[in-house]
């Protein structure tokens, strides 16, 4: 599919003309079908325009997300695969584009897909052993950045988390998470917790901490850890200036 009608298709995949509509779907099907990774890197760029509706982001971003993702294990596995098939040079534009628009006061519909998408890129990564980078960014931009790319990038980690444990209860696994990487995690949105910060991105820090609970055996072994861990979330109990944290 020319680059410069897959603009349209997206927007006719929600035209209220069912005709219309399927057109567009079944060139969509096609573009996906005839060649994959052309199609990807496609929505990959008209995600990330900033000069794009935000709605035509949303839909670009979600039919990425769900290029590699699926409800079905099965099928959501044979995806995965795809993805760690994908030509390097394509993934690592695509994951660098997705960092840079955490960074970005882009609006709330574009960095929440954003968001998804990073999600299911580091599980299935993590999941199959590959490399934990993506996951050392998100880690280091809470520590590092700005408030903005901080709330970002912590709603990230909160969906990360979510799914990694939905993953390996399924599959009674504790290992997608390396202990380096948990205690990686734990500081910094322990730290993160006792900031200043707007009480959205305060409740996705408990989110994460609530989602690492299966996964952190080992640190509730050492007391100081275990007193430093529940002192936090006592504290969060008695937030009450923040309800969604509380």
Known sequence: MESSNIGKNLYATVDPNINIRSEAENKLKLAKESNFVQYINQLSNEFCKSENDPYLRQIAGLLIKNAFTSKDNYESEEKA?????????????????????????????????????????????????????????????????????????????????????????????????????????????????????????????????????SFIEHNFKTQVERDIIMKTVIDGCKDTERQSVQ
Not at 125 to 139: D, G, I, Q
């Open 81 to 213: 695969r795809t993805w760690l098939n994908f030509p390097e040079d394509i993934k690592m534009e695509l994951k660098n584009n997705l960092l840079v628009l955490l960074s970005q006061q882009s609006d709330k519909i574009v960095i929440g897909t954003a968001c998804q998408i990073i999600s299911i890129i580091a599980k299935i990564e993590l999941s199959h052993n590959k490399s934990s980078e993506l996951l050392h960014k998100l880690v280091n931009n809470i520590i590092e950045k700005n408030a903005y790319t901080k709330k970002s990038s912590t709603v990230c980690l909160a969906y990360l988390t979510e799914d990694i444990a939905d993953v390996c209860n399924e599959s009674k696994s504790k290992y997608a998470f390396t202990q380096p990487d948990l205690d990686l995690i734990l500081t910094a949105i322990i730290n993160s917790l006792c900031e200043p910060a707007e009480e959205s991105t305060h409740c996705a820090n408990m989110k994460v901490l609530y989602n690492l609970m």
